[in-house]
């Protein structure tokens, strides 16, 4: 099981969620639901095939491209400080996986 990649999707949602209920954004809500799905979807991909990474890669590098611009542009860590770090530790999770060698077939 992915049990990293389930609790980096139980983040994003929960973050949506805070958005919502501090600031009434419903952008926020739709947003964090909507990545929360697609990065649980990738982690039960993963948790099936090690190897079928791509959802989890496309969600935690989208996340990481956009909530880093919004970082930059406010200099808050809070959201968007705290989702690129926990997108770009997902990358970094995700592509030392992929660089591991697979089992050998005999």
Known sequence: ???IGFCYALCVSAGGII???KAGSVTS???GLLFGL???GGAYLTSQNPR???LSLGTAGTLAVVM????LNSWKFMPAGLMTLL???MLTKIIVGMLKP???KS
């Not at 880093?68 to 970082?71: A, E, I, Q, V």
């Open 29 to 31: 809500l739709v947003a």
């Open 1 to 3: 099981m992915d049990w």
């Open 102 to 104: 697979g089992p050998h």
């Open 68 to 71: 880093g611009l919004r970082f």
């Open 52 to 54: 079928n990474v791509w």
């Open 38 to 40: 697609l990065a649980a």
């Open 19 to 21: 958005g919502y209920a």
């Open 87 to 89: 997108s770009v530790l």
